[in-house]
């Protein structure tokens, strides 16, 4: 007598279900064009649902689990498709697994919001001084007012997307900070791409951007909002701001001066300095004598040493602070236990500087114009331009010739020069004319 043709229901399997594995049962009679199910069951296991697909190797596909009586509607919906993915393909075991490696790679695809961190995370490693701005600026043009956007896949981000960002900026009356972010997210798509190339990301199954594009590359920089930068005060403006300072907060005042005796150094790497940065007592095979030792991290190749030679000067700015605070704290600090802020000092100037403006009618300047006045004004003392670039520190020579053999440390240079700058100061302060600097030719 012939078997009757099996056709899975839910009575057949739920009564299957409560039988022990292990076994394997086949439907015989599905319907025409649906594909045959095959039930599984190990021993102890759960009822498991395949598909044979037909081909040389007779490849089985997992459906599902046969849990409940829902169960085979679904099984059956994804059989269908299965065996429509076997006649599109050839081998829908095959194309499931692609699409399944398409689907983790989606998943594994960053943010914008991702892209943006990572790249911060990259400047943190290197130390590099514009890291806490940087990560200000994504936050507060980027992430906070375009959460949706920032939420989205890196990959997704158009160029319209960059100048809508960048658009509200200008509509909010913001100029050079609209280049300035435009460069950062430009800079942080670059290195997006340099990380999908990179065999540890993917070793460290990491997240992958898979950028075709930079679309920051395509908005244009704003060249009217490119401001010039050089402005620099007279002599007669750095006295003002010089007793203007009387005014200021003792460890904003004494900071500040403490730098423009020191021909103002970068005030990040100052404001970074703890007391292990100073000596007092430094002894060096051409060098005897206080000094303070700054991390110098901008630009390419990493953080290097910038040694500054302490001159009787620039103690005696320094000495107020160490008064106040003592050694048991950070030298540059307003409570003892977190360190002055760029901003902060930046606070301090531009409102000296709008109370000089009124009073005085000098024209508005910012903190960074006090570096580019201390440099001029070396320059007018003919300072060497050798010893300006170290003492200021300009940057190094680059490759093996700079990297491995320019070891000199200029410290007696140094001190000359800042010798010099603390008499040139000291004759600004006391409203001394200036002493003409004659040249003398070559023999």
């Known amino acids: 007598m012939a078997k009757r043709p099996l056709f899975f229901t839910d009575a057949y399997l739920q009564k299957l279900k409560r039988e022990p594995g292990p076994f394997k049962k086949t439907e015989t009679a ?14 102890g296991g759960a009822l498991e649902l395949y598909y044979r697909q037909r081909t040389p190797y007779d490849k089985l596909i997992k459906l599902g689990t046969y849990d409940a009586p829902g169960d085979l509607a679904r099984i059956r919906r994804k059989l269908r498709a299965t065996r429509a993915r076997q006649i599109d393909t050839g081998d829908a075991k095959a194309a499931l697994q692609a699409e399944k490696r398409q689907k983790d790679a989606e998943r594994r695809k960053g943010t914008l919001e991702q892209l943006c961190s990572i790249y911060i995370d990259a400047l943190r490693a290197a130390k590099k001084e514009s890291t806490d701005r940087v990560e200000a600026i994504f936050r507060r043009n980027v992430i906070k007012p375009f959460p949706l956007l920032a939420k989205g896949k890196a990959s997704a981000v158009t160029a319209d997307d960059v100048k809508q960002t960048l658009a509200r900026m200008v509509r909010r009356g913001v100029t050079r900070q609209v280049n300035l972010t435009r460069a950062y997210l430009h800079a942080a798509f670059e290195h997006a791409v340099k990380s999908d190339n990179d065999p540890r990301t993917v070793a460290q199954a990491g997240v992958l951007f898979s950028l075709k594009v930079n679309p920051v590359a395509a908005v244009p920089i704003i060249g009217e909002y490119e ?13 003002e701001f010089w007793n203007a300072l009387d005014a200021a907060p003792l460890v904003q005042r004494q900071v500040l001066r403490f730098n423009i005796a020191l021909a103002c150094q970068r005030p990040t790497q100052l404001l970074r300095a703890d007391w292990s940065a100073f000596d007092f007592d430094l002894e060096t095979e051409n060098y005897r004598g206080p000094a303070l030792l700054l991390r110098d991290a901008k630009g390419r190749g ?37 360190r002055l802020t760029l901003e902060t000092l930046s606070a301090v100037v531009t409102e000296i500087s709008k109370a000089l403006e009124k009073s005085h009618d000098i024209p508005a ?6 570096r580019r006045t201390a440099e001029t004004m070396l320059q007018k003392l003919t300072i060497d331009k050798e010893v300006r670039a170290h003492l200021l520190s300009h940057g190094r020579t680059r490759g093996v010739q700079g990297k491995h053999y320019e070891r000199y440390d200029f410290l007696p240079e140094k001190r000359q020069a800042l010798e010099r700058w603390a008499a040139h100061l ?5 409203g001394q004319k200036e002493e003409k600097i004659v040249a003398f030719p070559a023999a």
Do not use: M, V
Request: glycine share 8%; aromatic share 6%.
């Open 30 to 43: 599905a319907g025409r064009g649906e594909g045959r199910l095959i039930a599984k069951k190990a021993a």
């Open 227 to 239: 401001r010039t930068l050089d402005r620099t005060l007279s002599e007669a403006e750095l006295r």
């Open 302 to 338: 990493g953080a290097r040493d910038h040694l500054l030679p302490l001159t009787s000067f620039a103690l005696e700015q320094f000495k107020p602070l160490r008064d106040r605070i003592g050694l048991t704290a950070l030298p540059f600090t307003t409570d003892g236990t977190k």
């Open 365 to 370: 300047f910012q903190l960074r114009d006090l």
């Open 426 to 430: 000291k004759r600004i302060i006391a």
